[in-house]
């Protein structure tokens, strides 16, 4: 158990439509990692959030967006969805905003139809 | 090219064999992560590393960072070592992980 807990596991849902995935990172970690594993593309980082602030940004569609809440929880929201967006979606934490051991949660496998 | 490339790309050993995974990389980087990812999708931190050699139980990880070359070593492998495994460099002190596309083994009875 790497202590990062992504909620939910599995979501299904419909083109156009919203949904939000949830990141508790582990105990004392201040930033937060968010990576896509798509079937095409593989793993891909998304965003980072350092202790409520964003610090930088990967390949992430305008149609997502994040935060990170005081109680350093974070969420991921994706609208718009597309087909092409069904993918693993992990979350990461560390203690650091620079290189550092990253701990993965079990991510999200989000099927848009 | 892709910055971070991977060999074997499939592998198959059988049970007390000795396994090496290859991740080669064409930037300069300040860290390198070797990662599990197991059937069910979910991704374990195995190492890392910026330079030298790091060792936990059977798992061996070492790195050239001269010839941008690092290694994954699997000693008296066992079928639940059979998983994904991924290498993913860091580079200055930037946030961003490139990932290499993954090595999938599988280890026999």
């Known amino acids: 158990d790497s202590g990062v807990t992504q909620t939910p596991k599995h979501l299904i849902t419909a083109t156009g439509q919203r949904v939000t995935l949830r990141c508790s990172p582990r105990s004392g970690d201040l930033s937060v990692y968010w990576y896509q594993q798509s079937l095409d593309q593989g793993l891909q980082f998304l965003i980072q959030?350092?202790?409520?602030?964003?610090?930088a940004k990967g390949n992430i569609l305008e149609r997502f967006s994040a935060q990170q809440f005081p109680d350093l929880h974070s969420e991921l929201n994706l609208s718009s969805l597309e087909l092409g967006d069904s993918a693993l979606y992990f979350c990461?934490?560390?203690?650091?905003?620079?290189?550092?051991?990253?701990?993965f949660g079990e991510g999200s496998r989000l099927t848009v139809l | 090219k892709n910055e971070v490339e991977q060999s074997p790309q499939n592998l198959t050993a059988q049970e007390g064999e000795f396994i090496t995974i290859n991740c080669s990389y064409s930037?300069?980087?300040?860290?390198l992560h070797w990662l599990q990812q197991h059937p069910g999708g979910g991704i374990v931190s195995l190492f890392m590393?910026?330079?030298g050699k790091k060792k936990h139980g059977r798992l061996i990880a070492t790195i050239n960072i001269q010839e941008k070359h690092s290694s994954l070593h699997i000693t008296a492998s066992h079928p639940r070592d059979s998983a994904v495994y991924i290498c993913a460099v860091r580079t200055g002190t930037a946030s961003k992980l490139t990932f290499g596309t993954g090595t999938r083994l599988q280890v026999t009875l």
């Open positions: 590393l910026s330079s």
């Open positions: 930037v300069g980087i300040s860290a």
């Open positions: 990461a934490s560390s203690v650091l905003t620079g290189p550092g051991e990253l701990f």
């Open positions: 959030y350092y202790n409520g602030e964003e610090r």
